[in-house]
């Protein structure tokens, strides 16, 4: 569970209303980053739910206008995101799995009212090729522990959701909802906060997908 308390703020302090699967939720924003015809990576916006927001809005406002202060728990929030390779995976065509660089641009936290916002850009290792080619991406956490979604997903064009606006012509973007089954859908509120998923692959299933396909 430590990764989910670095991340989200300390969550094993919190008092959740229900114990069910997921017990806490980050809505998404994302943006497709392409350069020269080539996807190059994903600026990414990440608001958490109030109550895993409380304790990061402390210590932000513990910080005040210590710059330096500031800068401090932005670099210890980001360097667990990059630990957990920004929870993101993306796939081409063939099914290989693309691997990101280490080091993230423009990242930072900031309050948005009652709310803590994450917002970053992280970048492909290699600029991939756009032309003929297909690719998927998903963001979750494996246990399902957090809830990481986009709203909105029926308006693929909606920048409330995902940015596709700076595709190439000859490409589309939209978001497909997981395909998630009444029977998994019990099975994941049956489980409490001390349990997970033995084979870390609950959240997957409850992904959703951001598909890019270009002629």
């Not at 958490?48 to 800068?71: F, I, N, P």
Request: net charge negative.
């Amino acid at each position: 569970m430590g990764r989910y308390i670095l991340f989200f703020g300390a969550l094993s302090s919190l008092s959740f209303a229900v114990n069910a699967h997921p017990h806490a939720f980050v809505e998404m924003k994302n943006k497709i980053l392409v350069e020269n015809n080539q996807l190059v990576g994903f600026s990414m916006n990440w608001v958490l739910d109030e109550a895993s927001s409380s304790e990061m809005l402390y210590d932000l406002a513990l910080a005040g206008e210590d710059k330096q202060a500031q800068r401090k728990l932005a670099d210890e929030m980001m360097k667990n995101i990059v630990g957990e390779h920004y929870f993101s995976y993306l796939y081409d065509q063939a099914q290989h799995k693309i691997k990101y660089t280490s080091k993230p641009r423009h990242y930072g936290l900031k309050a948005e009212g009652s709310k803590i916002s994450y917002y970053f850009e992280f970048l492909l290792s290699q600029p991939q090729t756009l032309e003929k080619n297909q690719f998927t991406l998903m963001t979750y956490d494996p246990t399902y522990y957090v809830s990481m979604y986009y709203d909105s997903p029926q308006d693929a064009t909606s920048k409330n959701a995902v940015d596709f606006s700076a595709l190439p012509k000859g490409c589309s973007g939209t978001i497909i909802e997981p395909n998630v089954s009444e029977q998994l859908a019990v099975y994941a509120q049956s489980l409490d906060r001390s349990q997970r998923n033995v084979d870390d692959s609950l959240g997957a299933q409850f992904a959703q997908k951001v598909v890019i396909v270009c002629s």
